[in-house]
Each structure stands twice: as C-alpha cells, then as structure tokens.
C-alpha cells in the first residue's frame, strides 16, 4: 500500500502549468514543511516535501493555498528519475496530492497575513476504488489553533 498523510505549512505558493496534451490538464506544484513530533539535540526537526496535484484539485491548490498556511495531504509517494543533458541520472520523490484540505481557522491564517477566501476542501479527483480517509476532515474551526501540533 503506498499511502502518505501529511500536515505542514506550505513553503512556497503553488505552481500551476498545463500539460500539451489534446485536452490540456493542470498540474500544480507546492511543498509543504512537516514538523517532526521527536528529534535529537541538533537533528532537524523539520522535513520538506514536493507536492503535485493534477486537474482540478491543481487549479484549486493555485487559486487557495498561499505560502504559510496549514494544509493536510493525503497522496501517495511518486518516484521520478531522469537524466539530463550532461547524462547524469537524478531522482526525486514527490506526494501525489489524493486529498488536499485547509488545516487551520481562518481567522488564524488572516492573522499571519494569510488571506483565505476559500472553500473548506478541495475537490477530490475521482478514484475507482471510492475509499476516503476515514475521520479525517478539514479543520476550519480551530480556535486560535488549538490543537495543532505548530
């Protein structure tokens, strides 16, 4: 099973482009730092991720999302190689955005300086298998931000 449940801030504002197929289909590009809930003395506490979602849910992460806001992902991890033009191979993971949701009042996200003129969710792209994750919704109505680990 190859399935990712993150909560960070967003580093940076989400990226779109469009892809050159017959029907063109967005693709946005942000990422998110995940606070780590243990670390040794002198150890990063903080990881970084790449996060693409595609189609609509890109276009709401473009429209929505801003630098320093709280958002929870739910994906699955991508691994993409390739080699450039001097032939030397790189790699990289990426989180393949299922899921995208706000995780923090408004009113919090207004006070650092983050506008969000904004719908709870995002919409979620069509999946044949139909599961969710269970119990796990955008949290909009934080007081202050009680109860997040930030």
Not at 6 to 35: C, F, H, K, W
Not at 116 to 129: F, G, K, V
Request: glycine share 6%.
């Amino acid at each position: 099973m190859n399935k990712v449940i993150l909560m960070g801030r967003l580093t940076r504002d989400p990226e779109v482009r469009y892809s050159q197929s017959a029907n063109p289909v967005a693709v946005a590009r942000y990422g998110i730092a995940v606070r780590r809930q243990f670390a040794k003395p002198g150890e990063q506490d903080v990881d970084f991720f790449n996060i693409v979602s595609f189609g609509k849910a890109g276009e709401f992460a473009e429209k929505y999302f801003r630098k320093g806001q709280m958002v929870a992902v739910v994906g699955r991890l991508q691994v993409n190689t390739w080699e450039d033009q001097q032939k030397v191979k790189h790699t990289s993971i990426d989180v393949v955005a299922e899921e995208q949701h706000f995780a923090e009042s408004r009113s919090s996200a207004e006070s650092r300086g983050v506008m969000m003129d904004a719908p709870t969710s995002a919409p979620a792209p069509s999946s044949s298998s139909g599961n969710s994750a269970v119990g796990f919704t955008p949290t909009t109505n934080f007081e202050e931000d009680d109860d997040l680990p930030f």
